[in-house]
């Protein structure tokens, strides 16, 4: 399987301060560009877990006695981790989003450049799929789907159009989905404006903000004390959980005082705000967007 250049390697990598003989975890895992950095990094006493859903990645598994790949989701870290008897590790590193290869496999559904059947599961043995989000959700859920997860100013008028076309015939593929929402897509704007409809339709078919949000919660526990979070985000409704979560180990409102006034918080950041260099984005277009956060266990 082909996959290309991890975003941001070194950066993300340099994040969690690797220790020879530390315990790491690589959540996703993908053509293991990050995972093999870090083994470079480790000694022979040192360990590395990744996590994968994606059948595909299985292909990409380093023969390497220090390495365990892990064909999971990684919404189930802690569970698994204790399968293999890790209750903490010193770093955990997570590149979110789609990788590039399941972008580039027309068959999957994820790209607006191919014609496709509407698929965009991440893992291939999901009942959901992009085909029952568009043919089978209420003109209201569909709604909320564009408007929360595409910020999609047209989400209600969106909706009404795919339900009625789909009364009389089910929409299957990519190019039928675009001939159906047309009038929305301006020649100037249209892959912008498709880009949209399609991260809201994945983000919904791969549960993406509810696994996010459950993975962050388990992080303070499974991370020891002085151990590292490295994260690559690609879009603002991702980076924001991250960026609240290390904040304030909350995704709304205040975390608790203690008896002095003070806010109780897991975390602390690291550095400020990176992203890509130009350089980097010239070799690589999908680093564009790119935003890493790094946190330290207090």
């Known amino acids: 399987m082909v996959y290309h250049n991890p975003v941001l390697l070194k950066e993300t990598v340099d994040g969690l301060n690797i220790k020879e003989d530390g315990v790491y975890v690589d959540v996703t895992f993908g053509g293991g560009g990050h995972s093999k950095e870090i083994l470079k990094r480790l000694g022979e006493n040192g360990k590395l877990f990744a996590f994968d859903q994606d059948l595909d990645a299985l292909e990409n598994a380093i023969d390497d006695e220090r390495f365990t790949l892990i064909h999971e989701n990684f919404r189930y870290v802690k569970r698994f981790l204790r399968f293999h008897g890790v209750k903490q590790v010193d770093g955990v590193l997570a590149d979110f989003g789609v990788s590039s290869h399941q972008f580039d496999v027309a068959e999957r559904g994820f790209s607006t450049r191919f014609e496709a059947d509407l698929d965009m599961r991440m893992n291939q043995q999901n009942e959901l799929s ?20 595409g910020e999609l100013r047209a989400a209600p008028a969106m909706a009404r159009l795919i339900v009625e076309y789909r009364n009389n015939e089910p929409i299957k593929t990519s190019e039928q989905l675009k001939k159906v929402l047309k009038k929305f897509l301006p020649p100037r704007h249209e892959n912008k404006v498709l880009a949209q409809i399609y991260q809201a339709i994945r983000i919904e078919v791969n549960q993406e903000i509810e696994v996010l949000k459950e993975f962050l919660m388990q992080t303070p526990e499974i991370l020891k004390v002085g151990g590292r979070l490295s994260f690559i985000s690609y879009h603002s409704l991702e980076d924001r959980l991250v960026k609240r979560f290390i904040r304030n180990g909350l995704f709304e409102g205040e975390p608790e005082r203690d008896m002095f006034g003070n806010f109780e918080v897991p975390l602390k950041k690291v550095n400020g705000l990176i992203v890509p260099s130009k350089e980097e984005i010239k070799i690589n277009s999908r680093a564009r967007s790119a935003k890493l956060r790094i946190a330290e266990k207090l």
Do not use: D, G, T
């Open 130 to 149: 992009a085909f029952n989000v568009v043919n089978e959700y209420s003109e209201e859920r569909l709604k909320q789907v564009f408007l929360q997860y």
